[in-house]
């Protein structure tokens, strides 16, 4: 089963509407999408609007692949399962979101080779016939490495002492 997510803010219609035909083409894919509050009722897919975070594993673990929005949530989620997982970043442009960061979500991930990204519906189309020979990715840990964690202290604890100087700057002027 093919799972296909728009993550739970916005609805995405051109992602589900794109998997939505591909489903319809040939008999036989199976697909179930989480499609977020959206008019679009998909003809060849099974959809629910929104799922608990449990359901949403539970998707998760019974894919073999995953397509869905450049999400943070929704790529570290499939990255840890180890899915093979196409994106497509929503645009500012159709407003599907306020801006392009899922853009630079995708590009960076797909540079470090952890995902495949479809920049818009057509190039979904081709890279849904493709789903088998994406590769199950290296699972990533559900928590962050001590090299992160390090970096995130050093930071609290220099933004700290910066805080501590303008306050005493303050306080003897």
């Avoid at 009722?41 to 869905?68: D, Y």
């Avoid at 970096?151 to 220099?158: M, S």
Wanted: proline share 4%; hydrophobic share 45%; aromatic share 4%.
């Amino acid at each position: 089963m093919i799972f296909a997510t728009v993550g739970t803010q916005l609805p995405f219609d051109r992602l589900i509407d794109a998997v939505d035909r591909w489903a319809g083409a040939a008999a036989g894919r199976e697909v179930f999408a989480q499609v977020g509050d959206t008019r679009l009722r998909p003809r060849h897919i099974e959809c629910a609007v929104s799922l608990s975070p449990a359901e949403c594993r539970e998707k998760l673990l019974a894919a073999t692949a995953v397509v869905a929005h450049a999400g943070a949530g929704t790529i570290l989620s499939a990255l840890e399962l180890g899915k093979p997982l196409l994106i497509m970043p929503r645009k500012a442009e159709f407003g599907e979101h306020r801006n392009d960061h899922q853009l630079a979500t995708a590009e960076r991930f797909a540079s470090i080779g952890r995902v495949t990204v479809a920049v818009d519906e057509h190039a979904l189309l081709g890279k849904l016939d493709e789903l088998d020979a994406l590769r199950v990715r290296e699972k990533i840990s559900p928590y962050a490495s001590p090299e992160l964690l390090q970096l995130i202290q050093g930071f609290i604890a220099d933004s700290g002492a910066r805080r501590v100087t303008t306050v005493r700057r303050a306080v003897t002027s």
